[in-house]
């Protein structure tokens, strides 16, 4: 169980898209469409953005979306605004009732 | 409202145990999966362990196989983890979280707020 691998910073300015990739195996990212994505503000509880790759739930705009290809899913945010300034966390089922966390990518919105 | 609140967390010194327990309340808590997730301070988030509706499939990271266990009474809706050999490496806030369907690992879409265990002596 290593996790998955995320680049740690990204930034963009308002206005511009992002796209922070989600690094795992054929066992993990590569095996099943379920991988999710979390918004996490400083103090408070993440949020979930994604689910099984590019579903969105109620009420998260559509300015975040979700794609996989091959053991890499990827979350892109378009239309940056300052309060999408967080940190972004991917998770994927792994089999065997396990799940892995990326390791965290923070956003600047510069 | 949907809501899930932890407790149990604390201070506890190096091999020791601690039981925390999350309860659930405005949704069917046994149509739904459970995790706990941790997060170390300043440190990206960690799942833990996982159990589907009846717990029939339960999971662990290989971090605290074999010291902690998850455990689930769909009669109080209430979620479990007993934890054992308690290491500082398990120094962490531990969330609660229900997965969006009955099998473990879709994904975690309500959270609690979570309740911090720290170990040392």
């Known amino acids: 169980q290593?996790?998955?691998?995320?680049?740690a910073s990204v930034s963009g300015s308002p206005?511009?898209?992002?796209?922070?990739?989600c690094t795992g195996t054929s066992s993990d990212v590569g095996s099943y469409n379920l991988v999710s994505w979390y918004q996490q503000h400083p103090g408070k509880a993440p949020k979930l953005m994604i689910?099984?790759?590019?579903?969105?739930?109620?009420?998260?705009?559509?300015?975040?979306?979700?794609?996989?290809s091959g053991n890499t899913a990827s979350l892109t945010i378009s239309g940056l605004q300052a309060e999408d300034e967080a940190d972004y966390y991917c998770c994927?089922?792994?089999?065997?009732?396990?799940s892995l966390f990326g390791g965290g990518t923070k956003l600047t919105v510069l | 409202e949907v809501q899930l609140v932890e407790s149990g967390?604390?201070?506890?010194?190096?091999?020791?145990?601690?039981?925390?327990?999350?309860?659930?309340?405005?949704?069917?808590?046994?149509?739904?999966a459970?995790?706990?997730?941790?997060?170390?301070?300043?440190?990206?988030?960690?799942?833990?362990?996982?159990?589907?509706?009846?717990?029939g499939s339960i999971g662990y990271a290989d971090s605290v196989k074999g010291r902690f266990t998850i455990s689930r009474d769909n009669a109080k809706?209430?979620?479990y983890l007993q934890m054992n050999s308690l290491r500082a490496e398990d120094t962490a806030l531990y969330y609660c979280a229900k997965d969006r369907v009955a099998?473990?690992?879709?994904?975690?879409?309500?959270?609690?707020?979570?309740?911090?265990?720290?170990?040392?002596?």
């Open chain 1, 51 to 68: 689910y099984e790759g590019s579903k969105r739930p109620s009420g998260v705009s559509n300015r975040f979306s979700g794609s996989k």
């Open chain 2, 103 to 121: 099998a473990a690992g879709d994904a975690f879409d309500i959270w609690g707020q979570g309740t911090m265990v720290t170990v040392s002596s």
């Open chain 1, 15 to 21: 206005g511009q898209s992002i796209t922070i990739s």
């Open chain 1, 92 to 98: 994927s089922y792994a089999g065997s009732s396990t």
């Open chain 2, 9 to 32: 967390g604390g201070l506890v010194q190096p091999g020791r145990s601690l039981r925390l327990s999350c309860a659930a309340s405005g949704f069917t808590f046994d149509d739904y």
């Open chain 2, 77 to 79: 809706n209430s979620l």
């Open chain 1, 2 to 7: 290593s996790a998955l691998t995320q680049p």
């Open chain 2, 34 to 55: 459970m995790h706990w997730v941790r997060q170390a301070p300043g440190k990206g988030l960690e799942w833990v362990s996982g159990i589907s509706w009846n717990s």
